[in-house]
């Protein structure tokens, strides 16, 4: 049985991998969650799991949850960053299902790979920031870091009885987002609301603005280079807005092979924590005759210029991509929020990249350093918009 944390427990990954756990009482253990703000939800988890520790995001979220919770049955409630590398480094647990949204997960399933944990990663923020450093780290330690995102895992999937070698590169797909069939004229007045009707999948906010942007696959396309050790040219990006083909892998004689499924979370979660086995479970089958075509086309990447930017930091290295990420979170709560429009997305992430001395990527400190001056020097243009 595996003994896992799962951090983000609150988020959409994370409610779903609940859904996995519960389906699979005798394969799974909930020891440790790490929310956020949602308090309520995590009390309703806490009921149904038991975990032994719990993490919030500050002491005061830590004392309304403890007044919400059976005085019978309290958890070691945490906060914090320290709560949450806590939890991710705890002695009971052996798989850490790392699920925050944002930079905030790096460190805590940074720790959780120093503390010899496998690693299930939806967090897309380790792999852009810190790829090189999280996966010498978990060669050296002998852990396993499996990813969660639904085009790695058919990435992963499709390369099983393969020799590596064979490997010519990889396609991954993207929905396009709601955006995908709009001119640039069309997003100049288009509204949070607007951008967060993602037309295929339900996610976040944050990261349904990504997938709006198609940052988010700039940031995929940044993750399987360091997932699966490949160069940025072995990587290519169609959408494909049917989302049934979740990625393909092209081989040295011509051959593709596809992973396909519906679009739940449900599948690469489970294939994460089964790996490499296919767990049954209650989703309806992809009916192939019922949709009837699967199309594709190349991005347009003056349409989407977010790409185009993770594209560019990826060829950059060194802390470009960190930049890039610092960047890209604060200009997506700045359009949150109101404070800029739909395309200052781009334009604050282009100018902060522009601004930046890139530096070797050799440590954890590094990273962190490099992520603060990106999000100071992304404020201090967003003012003087």
Not at 110 to 123: P, S
Not at 148 to 173: C, F, N, Y
Not at 184 to 202: C, G, K, R
Not at 231 to 249: F, G
Request: aromatic share 6%.
């Amino acid at each position: 049985m595996k003994k896992i944390t799962i951090l983000g427990s609150t988020g959409s990954i994370g409610v779903t991998t609940l859904r996995v756990i519960k389906n699979n009482p005798e394969k799974y253990k909930v020891i440790a969650l790490g929310a956020g703000k949602n308090i309520e939800l995590l009390a309703e988890q806490i009921e149904t799991f038991h975990p032994k520790a719990v993490a919030v995001l500050d002491e005061n979220l830590a004392l309304m949850l403890k007044k919400r919770l059976n005085p019978n049955r309290i958890p070691d409630i945490l906060f914090g960053s320290k709560g949450y590398e806590r939890l991710a480094t705890m002695d009971e647990i052996d798989t850490l299902i790392s699920a925050m949204t944002g930079a905030a997960g790096l460190l805590p399933t940074y720790a959780g790979i120093c503390a010899a944990k496998n690693i299930a990663l939806a967090n897309k923020e380790t792999m852009v920031m810190a790829g090189p450093l999280v996966m010498n780290k978990a060669k050296e330690m002998g852990v396993s870091v499996l990813p969660i995102d639904s085009e790695h895992s058919a990435i992963l999937q499709s390369l099983q009885g393969h020799p590596r070698k064979d490997l010519s590169r990889v396609i991954l797909t993207a929905s396009g987002g709601p955006f995908r069939d709009q001119s640039l004229n069309d997003m100049v007045s288009v509204t949070p609301a607007q951008a967060l009707e993602h037309p295929n999948w339900s996610m976040g906010k944050k990261i349904s603005i990504d997938s709006a942007t198609m940052m988010n696959k700039g940031f995929e396309a940044i993750e399987a280079k360091w997932f699966f050790d490949l160069e940025m040219e072995q990587i290519s990006i169609l959408i494909h807005p049917q989302s049934i083909i979740h990625s393909m892998v092209e081989y040295t004689d011509g051959s593709v092979i596809a992973q396909l499924g519906i679009p739940d979370m449900m599948l690469p979660i489970s294939y994460a924590l089964s790996f490499p086995r296919h767990l049954k479970n209650d989703l309806p089958p992809v009916d192939l005759d019922q949709i009837g075509s699967l199309t594709f086309k190349r991005p347009d990447m003056e349409i989407f210029p977010c790409l185009a930017l993770a594209l560019q930091a990826a060829k950059h290295g060194g802390t470009m991509p960190v930049v890039l990420n610092g960047a890209n979170e604060i200009a997506v709560e700045s359009f949150l929020n109101e404070n800029i429009r739909f395309l200052d997305i781009p334009n604050v992430i282009s100018k902060t990249m522009a601004s930046h001395k890139i530096v070797s990527l050799d440590s954890i400190d590094t990273v962190l350093e490099a992520d603060s001056w990106a999000r100071k020097y992304a404020l201090k243009f967003i003012k003087d918009l």
